[in-house]
């Protein structure tokens, strides 16, 4: 083993071995499965701290309950589709590029395929390794014919309908998107007072802060408690400057505190307006495109955008008097999670599935599973309940799966293809049938758009398990043991999941469910190039290695956003090189060991102490990896490996080694040492996979692969009072040596230990040989308390406690404890300070005062004739050295 330890080489090492070996796949051997439905993360090309974060974590559980025993079932996935890619591409080649569909999949393909590339290197420098050999790609045909055959299923349930709806769109990607992919931000905006005038010549005034939709407004309201306006409904309002004439109702939905309490309603203002259009069956009216563009209701502002026609508007409504005021305000703009635009409302002809009438059988199957964190749960729950609407899983885009059928565009009726045409693109297809078979018409249309690609996503548990034609192996696996997911998907991947998964299957498809957090900069804030706190894991990696951002990320709890802490991966990295230094101590004196096992209690008492505290660490350890409770498991190895295994236990048995009394001992010592090392080599094993690999060929080696190991057991060994006292007695005496600057291996002319405890007395005994090999001198013991003299070196008054207490008494005070103290001598007088509680002064102006312990400053030693007393802790025991 090389002196010093070179993360580099070695983690380079077991990437290239492991990559080519088949320790992570699935073996199908019978014994119980645990099988990981793992994220596919995003091909953006890059993986991010947070990705990092995530797939760290359930590896860490894979790894675990591999040595567990479990045939684990761990397959990688790739999201490929949607929104991100298309952009960067079209980007690249230039909107014109997309007039070529198949050209324009291709250009995305081959980013995809790069990006992949780069992302699997950067997973597994971290050491995260599923299966590699097993990975699906939602780009690719056959992951397409899964997802196109799903939608088939639906269909068959009756699930899947179009329909021009008002939808939330996003005018600058020029797609529907789903409400889950809605952010609210804060924006500056002017509330616009505007004058109505009604039909009887009176006038109202109604502030808005969308003029532009004057020309879709299809009626007014006040709510109907609100006293100024209790004769409005029922009359009629004139729209300025576009003149349609529209009643006026009266709604508790109406927020009477905003604006002056009246309202208009467009069709597509917003979703509040989008429910009275229905409810009360008004007029549709479109004034916004699909390209953010005001349409031929607008009149002469036809064609501008929206800010463009919001103030050739308000500029129109100024001149001809409408105008009241402008007020600045700050209110919540809805925008598009991807590009910040803010969002439309724009009736399109859009593809859903039914999900609303679903919402309790989702709520049931989720409360079925168990999540971890448990209060997860809650999150799905409240997302279900505040549904309104089907989902739209159409998105007018290219990069995707295409939606598998055609449709009529008279009755809006759905063709469906057969299952073996599967996969297939409908543009590129004639249509089944020539005309309509529910009216006849001939004007049948291909689906044009492409899915969601939560779509793709929301049916992993169903392809990793073989879902729809390998029957054996879905039987086997369905449903799966975990879902690893971050908080942030709960409402998009989990609540799809579940629910796609639900009605193909009928059953839920995950057992449980494991939500983690997001990383935030070591500041505590969001990780943002914007405040400079972006930290990326390649530099990470490569300054200190995978393991130690491995032991990083396992001091987070579930469910939390972890700070990212680059003095938590030093101390990370510092732990390997102990770790390394013991093994290369352990390695080097066991290379003679032949072999012999031995039961506990034929060992030494400071053998079974550690082995004790090892037994301690293993329960813990499991305990903590059963139930994910990762952030106590390193901070608990490393005070075993630093404090107990390495600065105590190896430190007291050099002796037995070095200089061992029998060959026997010789033996037993190497028999503990080397198991001490491996289990704790198998129990680091999950969070730093590499270095326990490294030292587990060195040491041990007879599996393939430490990651194949059983997972250690306790041994069965106990403590002895005496045992962990002796330990106290040797760590005492050798932390003396260092205060006084004695070598660690000088012997020490005297050391007396006093034990007043007969039984304790007679374990200590047992340890003698270990304490004097340790501490390389000759100890006598006995029973009883020594005779302990106080030697006091000193006794001064304070004069910062003295002075603000006696004021300008204090040099009086001063002078007279130094009177007092040369007339009795220090030691009288610190007895009779403690006989007394305090010391009786006479000032020279004839007043007594009392001073105590508080106005001194004291340090006093003790001592046995001209032996020192070491402290270690133990009121029963009483080290005495003479240096
Ligand atoms: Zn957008
Ligand atoms: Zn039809």
Known sequence: ??????????????????????????????????????????????????????????????????????????????????????????????????????????????????SIERMSRQLKSVGYFPDWNNVYVTMDRDYWRRVQYSLLKFHEKGLIYIKEHPVHFCPSCESAIAKAEINYREEEGYLNYIKFKLEDGETIEIAT??????????????????????????????????????????????????????????????????????????????????????????????????????????????????????????????????????????????????????????????????????????????????????????????????????????????????????PLDPTEREPPVKECPSCGSRRISPARDVCDCWVDSSITPLVITGWPNEREKFEKLYPVSIRPQGYEIIRTWAFYTIFRCLMLTGKPPFKEIVINGMVLGDDGRKMSKSYGNVVEPDEVVEKYGGDSLRQWVSTGALGKDVPFSWKEVKHGHKFLRKLWNIARFVKQNTSDYDGSEYDVSELKPIDRWILYHLDQLIESTTNDFERYEFPQIMRRIWSFTWNKLADDYLEIVKHRIYDPKSIEEKRKTQFVLLKVLRDLVKLVAPITPFIAEEIYQEIDGRKESVHIEEWPERIGSWLEEGAEVSVLIIRGIRRYKGEKGIPLNRKLKEVEIFVNDQRLLGEIRRNLEDIEGATRSEILIREGVPEIDVVVKELEPDISKIGPEFKEKTKDVIEQMRKIKSEIGEEKLYKSLLNSGIIELKLESGETVNVSERHLKIRIERRVGDKEIVDIGDPRVKVLVKP
Request: charged share 30%.
């Open 209 to 422: 802060t969308r003029p532009e939709l004057l020309p879709a407004c299809v009626a007014v309201a006040v709510n109907p408690e609100d006293d100024r306006y209790k004769d409005l409904p029922g009359r009629k309002a004139i729209v300025p400057i576009f003149n349609q004439k529209v009643e006026i109702f009266s709604d508790r939905a109406v927020d009477p505190e905003f604006g002056t309490g009246i309202v208009m309603i467009c069709t597509f203002g917003d979703e509040q307006d989008v429910k009275w259009a229905y409810e009360r069956g008004l007029p549709v009216v479109k004034a916004i495109n699909q390209r953010g563009k005001l349409t031929k209701v607008a009149g002469k502002y036809k064609g501008m955008g929206i800010l463009e026609a919001r103030e050739a508007i308000i500029s129109d409504l100024e001149k001809q008097g409408y105008l009241v005021k402008r007020e600045k305000i700050v209110h919540q703009v809805a925008v598009h999670d991807k590009c910040g635009t803010p969002i439309e409302f724009v009736p399109t002809l859009q593809w859903f599935i039914k999900v609303r009438q679903f919402k309790e059988d989702i709520i049931g199957a989720a409360m079925s599973m168990k999540w971890i964190p448990d209060y997860m749960l809650q999150r799905l729950i409240d997302w279900a309940e505040s549904l309104d609407w089907d989902w739209v899983i159409s998105r007018q885009r290219i990069w995707g799966t295409p939606i598998p059928f055609w449709y009529c565009e008279k009755c809006h009726y759905i063709i469906a293809p057969r299952e073996e045409e599967l």
């Open 1 to 114: 083993m090389d002196k010093e330890y070179n993360h580099k080489e070695v983690e380079k090492k077991w990437i290239e071995k492991w990559s080519k070996s088949d320790i992570y796949s699935f073996k199908n051997d019978g014994r119980e499965v645990f099988s990981i439905d793992t994220p596919p993360p995003y091909t953006s090309g890059v993986a991010h701290m947070g990705t990092i974060l995530g797939y760290v974590w359930f590896d860490m559980i894979a790894r675990f309950k591999r040595m567990r025993g479990f045939d684990v079932y761990f397959p990688h996935g790739w999201d490929t589709q949607g929104l991100p890619t298309e952009l960067k591409v079209e980007k690249e080649l230039g909107k014109s590029a997309k007039k070529d569909r198949s050209k324009f999949r291709e250009a995305c393909k081959k980013w995809t395929e790069y």
